[in-house]
């Protein structure tokens, strides 16, 4: 099955937001906001979002470092230390405006239902969490990989109230068995599910990384398609 993909540009206070779509291959669907790791639109992220089209899903990846000039960085050695330079640098606030903003244009796209889920790798789902705590409008589901930036965000998580799906590594490097333990008390609840992985690091869905863990990201990625058909039906 063939998806198409194309370049679009999302209105903002502060000029047009660049983002990348992908269309299922019968042209319409529900939607999905897809927040990308600290590497940006990378290679990896525009395969997962390709697999989602093909699920049949009208995918948006949001150029979420656009405000600092870059998309992407390159795959290498140096890649982690590129992606963390680039976060360091990035607006918080903004960039969870910025998804709020590319969610309300989603929703409103001929081809897309109103029905969105929020799906985020990494940095992407610990933006994607919080983005969902504030939207106005919330999505119909929530997948979140080894979210970063959710131990400092628990406090929204009464206000994360969708379906979720987390998974986590149980050998992740930068969130320790216990902080897991604690995300999982802070978002438990009748419509949450949450894995962990034996001897899966940090980042092990991306086939591009050293961290790959080819086992947990085949299971993980047929539970998230598994949730989603559920949750946000194609």
């Known amino acids: 099955m063939s998806t198409a993909e194309r370049r679009v540009a999302i209105p903002t206070a502060l000029g047009a937001m660049p983002a990348r779509q992908w269309l299922p291959p019968r042209g319409a669907g529900p939607g999905i906001l897809l927040f990308q790791e600290i590497f940006g639109i990378s290679p990896y992220l525009e395969r997962r979002a390709a697999d989602l089209a093909r699920a049949g899903y009208v995918v948006l990846a949001p150029e979420f470092y656009w405000r600092l000039g870059a998309a992407s ?49 990494c940095f ?27 131990p400092a965000l628990l406090d929204l998580a009464p206000q994360v109230r969708m379906p979720s799906l987390h998974h986590f590594g149980s050998a992740d490097s930068y969130i320790d068995a ?57």
Do not use: C
């Open 73 to 121: 960085v390159a795959d290498g050695p140096d890649m982690l230390e590129q992606g963390l330079a680039l976060v360091e640098r990035l607006d918080w606030d903004a960039a969870v405006t910025d998804a709020l903003t590319a969610h309300t244009w989603l929703r409103g796209q001929p081809h897309s239902s109103d029905a969105v889920g929020f799906v985020g790798f």
């Open 178 to 234: 216990a902080t897991v333990a604690r995300i999982r008390t802070a978002v438990e609840g009748p419509d949450t599910e949450f894995y962990t992985y034996p001897g899966a690091d940090h980042a092990f869905d991306n086939a591009d990384f050293v961290t790959h863990h080819p086992e947990a990201a085949t299971i993980a990625w047929a539970l998230t398609l598994a949730f989603l058909a559920r949750r946000l039906p194609a």
């Open 124 to 150: 992407g789902g610990g933006l994607a969490f919080a983005a969902a705590a504030r939207a106005d409008v919330k999505p119909e589901a929530l997948v979140s990989y080894y979210g970063s930036a959710l």
